[in-house]
């Protein structure tokens, strides 16, 4: 069977979705004042279909505010999508960048992109018969993984290390815990207990949501040396690449950052300054897979190691691409959102065999919409 060499998009449904999640979520940034507990996801969803047939689903995500921004521009500069080739996907991108050009090439305005981006990838591995994953160009068949979402701050830490404990028990290869609070001994104790639930061997990283100064990042790393950590995360401002790039020189703990950021640019600054041992992009933040594999080329190039961050039904496949052995983090959130469920074996997420990305969205997800829009004609 040949497919035809072009197609053309003739349907696109933007819909926005609110994930409600079963509790209110903590980390760093809401002990140390700057934001509320996190009850809710929102997600933009862009569907689209071909004159042959084929389909794509691809997603941008938003925490707290900037959901219904999104989902605005993604409407406003969807409709340049109809009639044309789903397989150019640069050009396609252009043609939207282009669109809304005045509102510039990161943030909000290219995260709207992203999901269209996405879909745009999604049907391209489709349409081959192909997981993402082995359309781009696969190392590995599955990727490491560790646990986040046990590792909250508004969980004591005997429940934390109960899910640590249930986390591994399920085949989860490390976990990785929260920390960053006003007082830095809070933190040493827990990191001590979960350590010792979990043993010397397990691996395990900790993540301070940008909370520290520069000082406190230096005492933290240097009174944790020991402890074999797999990363210390984003220690400092998510912006402050000359100081994260001090902090790596400084400490043998490998430093990682990068999730915040909402543009190739942005990691430029941070991968030429020497600002991370390991990568952290979130393909939706940057504006889609295009963006991101520009990026990942960069940062291999630099010898970087990578761990996407968040929405991990992508980034399985994109780790699984790149060339040097990555993480990807786990969290069962997204999980109503999709038929699909994400198979983990021996510390290793399975890259699916599924054409695409491999998900379906749910009847849940469906309901859960908020708002939704049409283009084109089924
Ligand atoms: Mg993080």
Known sequence: MTAMASDRIRHVSLSSVTLPLDVPVSDAKVLTGRQQPMTEIAFLFAELCTEDGHGGVGFSYSKRAGGPAQYAHAKEVAENLLGQDPSDIGKVYDTLLWAGASV????VATQALAAIDIALWDLKAKRAGLPLAKLLGSYRDSVRTYNTSGGFLHAPVEEVKE???RSLADGIGGIKIKIGQPDMREDLRRLAAVRDHIGPDTPLMVDANQQWDRVSALRFGRAVEEL??????????????EGHARLAAALDTPIATGEMLSSV????????????????????RVGGITPFLRL???????GLQLAPHFAMEIHVHLAAAYPREPWVEHFEWLDPLFEERLEIRDGRMLVPSRPGLGVTLSEQCRRWAVDGVEFGKL
């Open 265 to 284: 640019a942005e990691h430029v600054r941070l991968i030429e300054a020497g600002a991370a041992d390991i990568l952290q992009p979130d393909a939706p």
């Open 163 to 165: 899910r640590a404990a």
């Open 228 to 241: 074999g950590l797999v990363w210390i995360e984003e220690p400092l401002d998510a912006y402050d690449a």
């Open 296 to 302: 990942a080329a960069l940062a291999d190039h630099a």
């Open 104 to 107: 510039g090439r990161s943030g």
